[in-house]
């Protein structure tokens, strides 16, 4: 079946700009992840949704970051104010979770460049 | 927080040798270990999870091993094959706090023919 998509697949803005960055999980999964891929930070967590619950933003890196999940499938993240730190890969993952199983599968990535 | 620390960051091997990655945890209350391979241009892919419960798992020519109480896990490859030459990454997560993975900082395989 399809599996996590994410767009756009690259996306270059300038400093200040805002940006918006879309996660289609695959069908039927309730859980939601979003994490970033840096050459300094490595692979890190960001936010997580599940089901109709209260996301977890515990990994978000500062209020200019911000995700919502709208009728729980499609994610968006956005980034206001973008600054050149916040260049890197955006991962999106979704997983089946409710008593398992609890694996997490990847989109490909949106790369995000900040000039 | 969890702490993850993966060795080594790269390895070669030559086509047909194992190849072994080691990853070790700080939280103890961890009990979810998956195994991701990155390929250039791609997201990560699982190639295979172990649980707490289980100490060894096994999938064709690649294998899981977890010591608990060590708080170490470790991937092991047979065989290894060129289209195994990529990124792995191992991860830990507590399956009852959201399963939020925390990764290692990778390895990079090479397998030379």
């Known amino acids: 079946g399809a599996g996590v998509s994410q767009s756009p697949s690259n996306k270059v803005t300038e400093k200040g700009k805002d940006v918006e960055l879309r996660c289609d999980p695959i069908?039927?999964?309730?859980?939601l992840y979003w994490y970033r891929q840096s050459l300094g930070q490595g692979l890190e967590f960001l936010i997580y949704f599940q089901g109709n619950s209260a996301p977890d933003k515990s990994g978000l890196p500062s209020d200019r970051f911000s995700a919502e999940r709208t009728g729980g499938s499609v994610s968006t993240l956005t980034i206001q104010r973008t600054q050149q730190e916040d260049s890197a890969v955006y991962l999106c993952?979704?997983?089946?979770?409710?008593?398992?199983?609890?694996?997490?599968?990847f989109g490909p990535g949106t790369r995000l460049t900040v000039t | 927080g969890e702490n993850v620390e993966q060795h080594p960051s790269t390895l070669s091997v030559q086509e047909g040798d194992s190849a072994v990655i080691k990853c070790t945890y700080s939280d103890s209350a961890s009990n979810y270990f998956p195994w991701y391979k990155q390929e250039l241009g791609k997201g990560p892919q699982l190639i295979i999870d172990i649980r707490s419960n289980v100490g060894e798992k096994k999938d064709q020519r690649i294998a899981v091993t977890l010591n608990k109480t060590a708080k170490h896990f470790s991937l092991h490859i047979t065989e290894t094959q060129p289209e195994d030459s990529a990124v792995y990454f191992c991860a830990v997560a507590n399956m009852e706090y959201g399963n939020k993975l925390v990764f290692g900082a990778g390895t990079i395989l090479r397998v030379k023919s």
């Open positions: 069908s039927g999964h309730t859980a």
């Open positions: 993952a979704s997983s089946s979770q409710r008593g398992g199983p609890y694996e997490q599968y």
